[in-house]
């Protein structure tokens, strides 16, 4: 949570968008937390909300707390380090979509950057070649809509904030970003959108698929 920002979760119901005796998988709105924060005010979030409906679930990933779409969830301990693995040892796939300020170019691409904690401006990360952890993020425009691009990006790590700093370090922010972007206010949210995310079932390796469309 950046100082001086109120949190105000959405009152939206749950979405869950699969659900077997060893995972859920859920459309997260945007605007809320995935885990709690510090304090009590920033006790609601996406885990807690789910614990009231299955008390089990454990968790296995994160997205920020202005970023919509799929996530998974673990519902036994083996699921929980089945599918965890999976994110460690970038097995699991994530596909994001994603709008930006200005007409990225080329076509496709790849940002290669090591990231670090920003930490006289935290939570802001930023490129450190000297410190950073190896991040990578492949892009993809689908196309330009005026002043800005429609991309979908396709993250090989997952390290904090990877994708919004990506798009920065190449000019084009992510609209509605209050950490990253000049003039965040003017859009309604961050456009940032975990579309797809592919893995294997904790039992049997069966792969899954699992979905959702934006609504920008």
Known sequence: MQPGFDYNPPDTPLDILHEDAQLLAVNKPPGLLTVPGKGPE????????????FPDVLL???????????????????????????FERRHAKKTYLARLSGRLEPKTGTVDLPLTVDWQNRPRQMVCHDMGRA??????????????????????TGRSHQLRVHMLALGHPILGDP?????AAAHPRLMLHSEELRLKHPEGGTALKFRMKADF
């Open 42 to 53: 920033l006790r609601d979030c996406l885990i807690e909300r789910l614990r009231v409906v």
């Open 179 to 183: 950490l990253y972007a000049d003039g």
């Open 60 to 86: 296995v990933h994160r997205l920020d707390r202005d970023t919509s779409g799929v996530m998974v969830f673990a519902l036994t301990p083996h699921a929980q380090r089945h599918l965890s693995r999976q």
């Open 135 to 156: 991040a990578q993020t492949d892009w993809r425009v689908l196309h330009h809509e005026g002043d800005t691009t429609r991309v979908r990006l396709m993250p090989r």
